[in-house]
Each structure stands twice: as C-alpha cells, then as structure tokens.
C-alpha cells in the first residue's frame, strides 16, 4: 500500500523528513508538490523554471530515498 503525502515545498513539508518517515520501498510514495512546480515562476521564463523545480524535487527524493538503504 502506498501513502499520498501533501505539503511538501510551498507549504513547508521537508523532503527528508518525508522520506525518512513513510518510503518503505519504491512506490510506497506518492508525494504532491505540484505548487512548488506550478507556482516557480509567473514570469517568460516559466517553463524553464518549473522544469528546474520538478528536477530540483526529484532529485532531492532520489537522494533522501538512497539515504534510506
């Protein structure tokens, strides 16, 4: 079974925290950040940024979850 996690980036949830506490194995997680993407930028450059943030959560989990083993 897997855990759907809210909070994570704009409303202050910490990754590592996160992971420490709930990643039992790949897929046991599903964690929404979808405002630290969608809200990284209002400006022209906003598919540039949102692209960076959505890298910048994965590979902070990729990293929080390899701490786990």
Not at 7 to 27: E, L, R, W
């Amino acid at each position: 079974m897997w855990r759907l996690i809210p909070g994570i980036g704009k409303q202050g949830g910490v990754i590592k925290d996160t992971v420490q506490s709930s990643f039992t194995g790949a897929g046991s997680i599903a964690v929404n950040v979808s405002s630290g993407v969608c809200l990284a930028s209002s400006e022209n450059d906003f598919d540039n940024e949102t692209w960076n943030a959505a890298s910048s959560f994965r590979n902070q989990f990729r990293k929080a979850s390899a701490d786990c083993d």
